[in-house]
């Protein structure tokens, strides 16, 4: 019994990884191509926003339309993650460096998985 309890964990472990993998892969990739309207697909209908100095907490389409402004002005040509886990309260984050034509900076994605959807809650862009 317990190697079947075993399995059936790494199982479930498995596809929890994987799932938060797609969106990842997803928000990369929106990041890395200055795809706004890409990146927020993947917003909740509220989403809180940093981008350097100003702050807010906005309706989906405002943030989309704040993001595209950020990135007609800073036109990204890569985007690496360099760390992903988990927050005390139970969000998942990924920390990457967006590298743009203008320097470089240092973006913090924290996700909330909500009706078994993972959407993002918090996007935060500061200079590095």
Known sequence: MKPFRYMFT???????????????EG???????GNAFKLSSFFQDKIDLTILEESDLMSKLEAEKAVY???HENHPSDFKILHQGNSKSGSAYTI???VTEKG????SIY?????NKELIQQI???SE
Do not use: E, P
């Not at 928000?27 to 191509?33: C, E, H, R, Y």
């Open 27 to 33: 928000v990369s990739d929106a990041f890395k191509t």
């Open 124 to 126: 935060i862009i500061d």
């Open 104 to 107: 470089n900076f240092r973006v």
């Open 10 to 24: 790494l199982g479930i472990l498995f596809l929890s990884l994987s799932s938060f993998g797609g969106i990842t």
């Open 69 to 71: 402004d950020f990135f």
């Open 111 to 115: 996700v909330n998985t909500s009706s």
């Open 96 to 98: 990457g460096r967006l």
